[in-house]
Protein backbone atom coordinates (compact mmCIF):
# COMPACT_ATOMS: atom_id res chain seq x y z
CA UNK A 1 0.00 0.00 0.00
CA UNK A 2 1.43 3.39 -0.72
CA UNK A 3 2.46 5.64 1.86
CA UNK A 4 -0.21 8.06 3.41
CA UNK A 5 0.72 11.37 5.11
CA UNK A 6 -1.49 12.80 7.75
CA UNK A 7 -2.31 16.10 5.31
CA UNK A 8 -4.56 13.31 3.50
CA UNK A 9 -6.72 13.78 6.05
CA UNK A 10 -6.70 17.89 5.63
CA UNK A 11 -8.81 17.29 2.36
CA UNK A 12 -11.33 19.81 2.16
CA UNK A 13 -14.57 19.24 0.00
CA UNK A 14 -16.66 21.66 -1.61
CA UNK A 15 -19.87 23.02 1.09
CA UNK A 16 -22.34 22.92 -1.61
CA UNK A 17 -21.13 20.01 -4.13
CA UNK A 18 -19.80 17.96 -1.50
CA UNK A 19 -17.16 17.47 -3.95
CA UNK A 20 -13.23 18.04 -4.70
CA UNK A 21 -10.98 18.01 -7.93
CA UNK A 22 -8.61 15.02 -8.32
CA UNK A 23 -5.83 15.29 -11.10
CA UNK A 24 -4.14 11.85 -11.63
CA UNK A 25 -0.87 11.91 -13.11
CA UNK A 26 0.99 9.11 -14.77
CA UNK A 27 4.01 7.95 -12.14
CA UNK A 28 6.06 6.82 -14.70
CA UNK A 29 5.79 9.54 -17.50
CA UNK A 30 4.43 12.67 -15.39
CA UNK A 31 1.93 13.60 -17.70
CA UNK A 32 -1.30 15.08 -16.65
CA UNK A 33 -3.68 11.71 -17.78
CA UNK A 34 -7.53 13.14 -16.43
CA UNK A 35 -9.24 14.93 -13.93
CA UNK A 36 -12.38 13.78 -11.82
CA UNK A 37 -13.99 14.67 -8.48
CA UNK A 38 -13.84 12.54 -5.31
CA UNK A 39 -16.75 12.75 -2.43
CA UNK A 40 -15.58 12.03 1.42
CA UNK A 41 -16.68 8.39 0.52
CA UNK A 42 -15.05 8.19 -2.92
CA UNK A 43 -11.82 9.80 -1.22
CA UNK A 44 -11.74 7.10 1.45
CA UNK A 45 -12.61 4.17 -0.87
CA UNK A 46 -9.19 5.38 -3.03
CA UNK A 47 -7.43 5.72 0.01
CA UNK A 48 -8.08 2.02 1.22
CA UNK A 49 -8.06 0.35 -1.98
CA UNK A 50 -5.85 1.88 -3.34
CA UNK A 51 -7.46 2.34 -6.68
CA UNK A 52 -8.95 5.78 -7.86
CA UNK A 53 -12.50 5.63 -7.18
CA UNK A 54 -13.97 8.82 -8.59
CA UNK A 55 -17.73 10.47 -7.91
CA UNK A 56 -19.30 10.87 -11.40
CA UNK A 57 -21.43 13.36 -11.50
CA UNK A 58 -23.30 11.95 -14.55
CA UNK A 59 -24.12 8.94 -13.11
CA UNK A 60 -24.31 9.86 -9.28
CA UNK A 61 -22.26 7.13 -7.36
CA UNK A 62 -19.26 6.22 -6.91
CA UNK A 63 -17.57 5.57 -9.84
CA UNK A 64 -13.70 3.30 -10.01
CA UNK A 65 -11.95 4.20 -12.88
CA UNK A 66 -11.48 0.69 -14.85
CA UNK A 67 -14.84 -0.68 -13.29
CA UNK A 68 -15.48 -1.87 -17.08
CA UNK A 69 -12.50 -1.64 -19.03
CA UNK A 70 -10.34 -3.15 -16.79
CA UNK A 71 -8.05 -0.02 -17.22
CA UNK A 72 -7.51 0.49 -13.72
CA UNK A 73 -5.81 3.52 -11.88
CA UNK A 74 -3.66 2.13 -9.10
CA UNK A 75 -2.77 4.59 -6.65
CA UNK A 76 1.25 5.56 -6.04
CA UNK A 77 0.87 8.41 -4.08
CA UNK A 78 -1.81 11.53 -3.36
CA UNK A 79 -1.08 15.03 -2.08
CA UNK A 80 -3.08 17.84 -0.98
CA UNK A 81 -2.73 20.91 -1.81
CA UNK A 82 -1.74 24.17 -0.19
CA UNK A 83 -5.02 25.25 0.17
CA UNK A 84 -6.50 21.66 1.13
CA UNK A 85 -9.34 21.56 -1.69
CA UNK A 86 -7.36 20.11 -4.83
CA UNK A 87 -5.83 16.60 -4.54
CA UNK A 88 -3.24 15.37 -6.79
CA UNK A 89 -2.78 11.44 -7.71
CA UNK A 90 0.30 9.78 -9.32
CA UNK A 91 -1.09 6.53 -10.15
CA UNK A 92 -0.18 3.90 -13.02
CA UNK A 93 -2.92 3.56 -15.27
CA UNK A 94 -3.33 -0.31 -16.38
CA UNK A 95 -4.55 0.74 -19.98
CA UNK A 96 -5.46 3.95 -22.08
CA UNK A 97 -7.11 6.37 -19.54
CA UNK A 98 -9.30 8.18 -22.25
CA UNK A 99 -12.68 6.55 -23.07
CA UNK A 100 -10.99 7.56 -26.98
CA UNK A 101 -8.34 4.78 -26.48
CA UNK A 102 -5.30 7.07 -25.69
CA UNK A 103 -2.57 7.77 -22.90
CA UNK A 104 -4.67 10.62 -21.70
CA UNK A 105 -7.94 12.37 -21.93
CA UNK A 106 -6.18 15.80 -22.73
CA UNK A 107 -4.54 14.12 -25.66
CA UNK A 108 -6.20 13.89 -29.29
CA UNK A 109 -5.84 10.03 -30.85
CA UNK A 110 -2.90 11.42 -33.27
CA UNK A 111 -1.35 13.63 -30.29
CA UNK A 112 2.00 11.64 -28.98
CA UNK A 113 1.95 11.30 -24.84
CA UNK A 114 4.02 14.09 -23.01
CA UNK A 115 7.72 13.46 -22.07
CA UNK A 116 8.07 11.44 -19.23
CA UNK A 117 9.81 12.05 -15.83
CA UNK A 118 13.05 10.24 -17.06
CA UNK A 119 13.21 12.98 -19.96
CA UNK A 120 12.23 15.47 -17.42
CA UNK A 121 15.26 14.78 -14.86
CA UNK A 122 17.59 14.88 -18.41
CA UNK A 123 16.61 18.11 -18.74
CA UNK A 124 17.38 19.35 -15.32
CA UNK A 125 20.71 17.55 -15.30
CA UNK A 126 21.28 19.50 -18.66
CA UNK A 127 20.49 22.47 -16.84
CA UNK A 128 23.49 21.62 -14.55
CA UNK A 129 25.93 21.22 -17.05
CA UNK A 130 25.21 24.21 -18.50
CA UNK A 131 25.39 26.15 -15.56
CA UNK A 132 28.84 24.54 -15.49
CA UNK A 133 29.73 25.32 -18.63
CA UNK A 134 28.80 28.76 -18.14
CA UNK A 135 30.04 29.52 -14.76
CA UNK A 136 33.02 27.38 -13.87
CA UNK A 137 33.84 29.84 -10.84
CA UNK A 138 30.79 28.33 -9.00
CA UNK A 139 32.22 24.94 -8.72
CA UNK A 140 35.76 24.94 -9.98
CA UNK A 141 36.61 21.64 -8.49
CA UNK A 142 33.33 19.85 -10.68
CA UNK A 143 34.44 16.92 -12.96
CA UNK A 144 31.96 18.55 -15.59
CA UNK A 145 33.72 21.70 -15.66
CA UNK A 146 37.00 19.95 -16.02
CA UNK A 147 35.68 18.36 -18.77
CA UNK A 148 35.24 21.90 -20.48
CA UNK A 149 38.49 23.00 -19.77
CA UNK A 150 40.28 20.35 -21.41
CA UNK A 151 38.01 20.69 -24.38
CA UNK A 152 35.81 18.96 -27.42
CA UNK A 153 38.44 16.43 -28.13
CA UNK A 154 38.45 14.78 -24.75
CA UNK A 155 35.00 15.12 -24.19
CA UNK A 156 34.41 13.12 -27.50
CA UNK A 157 36.80 10.69 -26.04
CA UNK A 158 34.91 10.09 -22.90
CA UNK A 159 31.84 10.06 -25.10
CA UNK A 160 33.83 6.96 -27.06
CA UNK A 161 35.11 5.17 -24.59
CA UNK A 162 31.53 5.27 -22.50
CA UNK A 163 29.72 4.19 -25.43
CA UNK A 164 32.43 1.26 -25.78
CA UNK A 165 32.06 0.07 -22.59
CA UNK A 166 28.45 0.42 -22.64
CA UNK A 167 28.51 -2.42 -25.60
CA UNK A 168 30.86 -4.44 -23.78
CA UNK A 169 28.43 -4.85 -20.72
CA UNK A 170 25.29 -5.52 -23.19
CA UNK A 171 26.85 -8.31 -25.33
CA UNK A 172 28.40 -9.62 -21.99
CA UNK A 173 25.13 -9.68 -20.74
CA UNK A 174 26.32 -7.54 -17.30
CA UNK A 175 22.71 -6.67 -16.46
CA UNK A 176 23.92 -5.46 -12.96
CA UNK A 177 26.80 -3.07 -14.39
CA UNK A 178 24.85 -1.96 -17.80
CA UNK A 179 22.76 1.01 -16.27
CA UNK A 180 25.81 2.78 -14.99
CA UNK A 181 27.28 2.55 -17.95
CA UNK A 182 24.63 3.68 -19.82
CA UNK A 183 24.14 6.82 -17.10
CA UNK A 184 28.42 7.65 -17.82
CA UNK A 185 27.78 7.45 -21.39
CA UNK A 186 24.31 9.48 -21.28
CA UNK A 187 26.02 11.88 -19.16
CA UNK A 188 28.80 12.10 -21.15
CA UNK A 189 26.37 12.99 -24.13
CA UNK A 190 24.99 15.65 -22.60
CA UNK A 191 28.48 17.31 -21.66
CA UNK A 192 29.20 16.69 -25.55
CA UNK A 193 26.04 18.66 -26.95
CA UNK A 194 26.21 21.50 -24.32
CA UNK A 195 29.83 22.16 -25.61
CA UNK A 196 28.60 21.79 -29.05
CA UNK A 197 25.88 24.44 -28.44
CA UNK A 198 23.30 21.69 -29.37
CA UNK A 199 20.07 22.11 -26.77
CA UNK A 200 18.72 18.42 -25.98
CA UNK A 201 15.56 19.49 -26.63
CA UNK A 202 16.26 18.94 -30.02
CA UNK A 203 17.13 15.44 -30.41
CA UNK A 204 13.76 14.89 -28.56
CA UNK A 205 12.28 17.08 -31.37
CA UNK A 206 14.25 14.96 -34.19
CA UNK A 207 13.21 11.68 -32.34
CA UNK A 208 10.13 12.91 -32.32
CA UNK A 209 9.83 14.07 -36.14
CA UNK A 210 10.99 10.69 -36.56
CA UNK A 211 8.60 8.76 -34.92
CA UNK A 212 5.88 10.48 -37.09
CA UNK A 213 7.14 9.19 -40.12
CA UNK A 214 6.09 5.61 -41.80
CA UNK A 215 8.21 2.91 -40.78
CA UNK A 216 10.12 2.93 -43.68
CA UNK A 217 13.79 3.14 -42.12
CA UNK A 218 14.53 -0.44 -42.16
CA UNK A 219 14.62 -0.16 -46.29
CA UNK A 220 17.23 2.32 -46.16
CA UNK A 221 19.18 -0.09 -43.91
CA UNK A 222 22.04 -2.78 -44.98
Known amino acids: MFAQPASLDTLRFDPVT ?56 QVNSL ?13 TPAGPTCHRGTTSCFMQPDELAAPSVAVGFLAQLEQLVVERHQFPERAPTSYTVSLFQKGMPKIAQKV ?7 VIDAVAGHRDTLPGEVADLLYHLLVLLVGAGVPFAEVITVLQDRHKLPNTRHLNEK
Not at 79 to 91: G, P, S, W, Y
Not at 160 to 166: C, S
Open 79 to 91: HVDCDADTVLIMA
Open 160 to 166: GEEAVET
Open 18 to 73: GLAPAIVQDSATGQVIMLGYVNAESWAKTREEGRVTFFSRSKNRLWTKGEESGNFL
